[in-house]
């Protein structure tokens, strides 16, 4: 038996993604909802060509032991915000276990499939585990996640460059908020260059992950649309980039979902979830703008992967 508390429901998912289709937009916490998508999610991490996700586990696997090692010796509570299927999580549980300094684990993710893989795979592995169900993007629900977190040392961890899923300097102000004094966090992000970046998104695999939503509905490339993905720059910060995913709508479409019905127009565009990637220096800048202290960084192999341990 596998303890999820629920703050998104299921209900809620499929009300916010007709008002987004409507909108022309599709936020990142649609891109896991669909049983497609978890699937073609879990194809990509383990495909081998996903980088970014290599990157960050590879980084993790050499620096578990001593990422740890640099916490206080009692025990801490373990928060993954966006924590997916939670592979790379157990990298860190494991050390916390090992150096006796583990009490819980709560992965928080908007979907259900990936945080019922997470949580079975901690219950498997021994660890006290409750899932958290929620919206990232939701501050009603980042207020509930703060009561009932516990009050020791806690450790967050957003990993495989999610803080670029979101608004990375509006999240940088809502980590502010949800840590407290003594809280350490674990970030990873992708450090830009354009050649390796738009490689890394703009391949089979990726593209097939990327139109999980659309697909889910019934959309078809190139049938029904063309799904277009370039870089730009968000121009706020220096060294702050996007890659920019568009579905660009051929024909007038009618979709089908809950019984409701949404049109999508020919010659349109949805915009379909920007990532955020990052100049060394910006990076770090967004992160400790929201009062923290950098105690160790690591490089992937490349280069092209910065994973910060942090200290509030």
């Not at 738009?198 to 089979?204: C, S, V």
């Not at 695999?205 to 697909?215: E, Q, T, V, W």
């Not at 992160?287 to 160790?296: D, K, L």
Request: glycine share 6%; charged share 25%.
């Amino acid at each position: 038996m596998i303890h999820i508390d629920i703050l998104l429901s299921e209900e809620q998912i499929a009300q916010d993604f007709l008002e987004a289709l409507k909108r022309h937009d599709l936020p990142e916490k649609f891109f896991y909802w669909f049983p497609l998508s978890v699937r073609a999610w879990i194809n990509l991490c383990g495909d081998g060509e996903y980088r970014n996700y290599i990157r960050s586990h590879s980084v993790l696997e050499e620096q578990a032991a001593n990422l740890v090692s640099r916490l206080p010796s009692g025990p801490a509570e373990l928060i993954s915000l966006g924590a997916g299927q939670g592979t790379k999580d157990f990298l860190i549980l494991e050390e916390l276990k090992k150096q006796g300094k583990f009490l819980n684990y709560l992965p928080v993710d908007s979907s259900q499939g990936l945080l019922e893989i997470a949580c079975k795979s901690a219950k498997e592995k021994n660890f006290s585990c409750c899932g958290l169900k929620a919206d990232l993007n939701n501050d009603a629900h980042l207020q509930d996640m703060q009561n009932i977190l516990d009050k020791k040392t806690r450790l967050f961890m957003i990993l495989g460059n999610t803080l670029g899923a979101f608004d990375p300097l509006e999240f940088a102000k809502k980590l502010d908020k949800i840590m407290q004094n003594g809280d350490f966090l674990i970030l990873d992000g992708e450090i830009f260059n354009q050649t390796e970046t738009i490689a890394g998104y703009d391949n089979p695999i990726n593209r097939k992950f990327a139109f999980g939503p659309l697909s889910s509905v019934g959309l078809s490339e190139p049938d029904d649309g063309i799904l277009k993905i370039d870089t730009d720059l968000d121009r706020r910060m220096q060294g702050l980039y996007r890659i920019r995913k568009q579905f660009h709508v051929s024909r007038d479409l009618k979709i089908m979902l809950a019984g409701e019905t949404v049109r999508l127009s020919s010659n349109t565009n949805i915009e379909m979830s920007w990532s955020y990637k990052y100049d060394r220096n910006t990076l770090i800048d967004i992160v400790t703008s929201s009062g923290m202290q950098i105690i160790e960084e690591h490089s992937s192999k490349d280069g092209n992967f910065l994973t910060l341990l942090l200290k509030k």
